[in-house]
């Protein structure tokens, strides 16, 4: 997708090693939901290393990231917290969360808790404000996309705060060390198949629109309040 543009359109050209066959127990709709969030989503989980018997926090997750990120910490071991709006709770319980919060009643910093992960999906939070709610041994990490289609942001903004954020990761015992081996596209499609397959992993698919109605798709996912992914189809 970024090498040819990212545009929308009817047919793509890739490469064959970035495809992999759908499994027979999802649609085609759930199946193109997942290898661009579902990368992500292994990859932000990998940085936290073992999941198992661990208390993460999933800060938005109820996007098209946060959802699949919930199911495998889920499949992992984990327990998990997500935080979204309220329109998308029941979505990320019934995904397997062992509790949930909604952001715009209750700020998870304040909840008192410590967390052994905290994944800020939507970048809306400080690392500095973040590792007071870490155990010892804790980590952050931040996925850098939730306001990419939010109207107003300059390009470059960020920079400053991401270049400090890079630093860190240098010296703060909190960021992750990326000791870890990157696991190829293959690799990534293999185990996301994997899942499917076994039911472990189920993309939610909160709404799809015709090819023609892409502005109204962009507008609805710029609203931010639809819980799961939502689709276009040809």
């Known amino acids: 997708m970024f090498a040819h543009g990212g545009t929308f359109a009817e047919y793509a050209a890739v490469p064959q090693d970035v495809l992999a066959h759908k499994p027979p127990n999802v649609t085609f709709e759930q199946a193109a939901a997942v290898p661009t969030s579902g990368y992500f989503a292994l990859f932000c989980l990998r940085l936290g290393g073992d999941l198992k018997g661990r208390h993460v926090l999933w800060n938005g997750a109820g996007g098209c990231l946060g959802s699949l990120a ?6 992992e071991g984990a327990r998990v917290t997500g935080v979204d709006c309220a329109e998308k709770l029941a979505m990320i319980r019934a995904l397997g969360a062992d509790d949930v919060i909604d952001y715009a ?30 155990t010892p041994t804790g980590l952050f990490w931040h996925a850098g996309h939730g306001q990419y289609c939010q109207s107003g942001r300059i390009l470059g903004s960020t920079f400053p705060h991401d270049m400090g954020f890079m630093v860190g990761l240098f010296f703060d015992r909190h960021l992750p060390r990326f000791t870890f081996k990157f696991p190829s596209k293959q690799d990534t499609l293999a185990a996301l198949r994997a899942l499917l397959e076994s039911g472990k992993l189920a993309p939610i698919i909160a709404k799809s629109f015709p090819l023609s109605e892409v502005l109204v798709a962009i507008r609805c996912l710029q609203e931010g309040r639809t819980p799961g992914r939502i689709m276009i189809t040809p």
Do not use: H, M, N, P
């Open 70 to 75: 919930v199911q495998i910490a889920k499949a």
């Open 105 to 134: 009643k209750e700020d998870f910093l304040r909840r008192g808790e410590r967390y052994d992960y905290v994944l800020d999906i939507t970048s809306t939070r400080k690392f500095k404000d973040c590792k007071r709610v870490l």
